[in-house]
T-cell receptor
Framework: DTAVSQTPKYLVTQMGNDKSIKCEQN?????MYWYKQDSKKFLKIMFS???????INETVPNRFSPKSPDKAHLNLHINSLELGDSAVYFC??????????FGSGTRLTVV | GQQVMQIPQYQHVQEGEDFTTYCNSS?????IQWYKQRPGGHPVFLIQ?????EVKKQKRLTFQFGEAKKNSSLHITATQTTDVGTYFC???????????FGDGTTLTVKP
């Protein structure tokens, strides 16, 4: 299936831990993104990569570090997790300025 | 920075009633996209509008892009329970590397 797939779907972890979320797209898109959706459903961009290069880095704590080993993968590593990091994280990809294809999301709960 | 304001935040309708959500940008947009997110799901791309004054239809959904390319609307005729979800617009400013999402309009439909 052509898609954006991200893992894990659910992540429950304690404060202070380090965790990673992985994302892969097989659509051949050049650009990939990480979005954070809070409890009010607001979608906020965190990072954007184009062909493995970081092009957008919004005001995100440096505990969040994206990594793109190739243009089909964009992973997100989070250090020293805090309660406020609890949210749904969406990976997305797009072929330039056309519509985004979103992954199914990772629901992160920090306890 | 660029803002995309979306109203209303919530809309409750009786099945069969019409529904409209509006997006307004502080700057002229290259394009505007619309997405639908079902409860518990991820945003799904619906359509992209590019031309000034453009109107596109998808069955009961009508999308409009304003003449000044600063506003847009999504109108649903005769809502059904399958229309429930959150509708997001996303506007792309010229030479920007990303689209800016509105805060979404959450639609509930009472049968």
């Amino acid at each position: 299936d052509t898609a954006v797939s991200q893992t894990p779907k659910y992540l429950v972890t304690q404060m202070g831990n380090d965790k990673s979320i992985k994302c892969e797209q097989n659509l051949g898109h050049d650009t990939m993104y990480w979005y954070k959706q809070d409890s009010k459903k607001f979608l906020k961009i965190m990072f954007s990569y184009n062909n493995k290069e970081l092009i957008i880095n919004e005001t995100v704590p440096n505990r969040f570090s994206p990594k793109s080993p190739d243009k089909a993968h964009l992973n997100l590593h989070i250090n020293s997790l805090e309660l406020g990091d609890s949210a749904v994280y969406f990976c997305a990809s797009s072929p330039g300025t056309s519509g985004y294809t979103f992954g199914s999301g990772t629901r992160l709960t920090v306890v | 920075g660029q803002q995309v304001m979306q109203i209303p935040q919530y809309q409750h309708v009786q099945e069969g009633e019409d529904f409209t959500t509006y997006c307004n940008s502080s700057t002229t947009l290259s394009n505007i996209q619309w997405y639908k997110q079902r409860p518990g799901g991820h945003p799904v791309f619906l359509i992209q509008l590019v031309k000034s004054g453009e109107v596109k239809k998808q069955k009961r959904l009508t999308f409009q892009f304003g003449e000044a390319k600063k506003n847009s609307s999504l109108h649903i005729t005769a809502t059904q329970t399958t229309d429930v979800g959150t509708y997001f617009c996303a506007g792309l400013r010229t030479n920007a590397g990303k689209s800016t999402f509105g805060d979404g309009t959450t639609l509930t439909v009472k049968p």
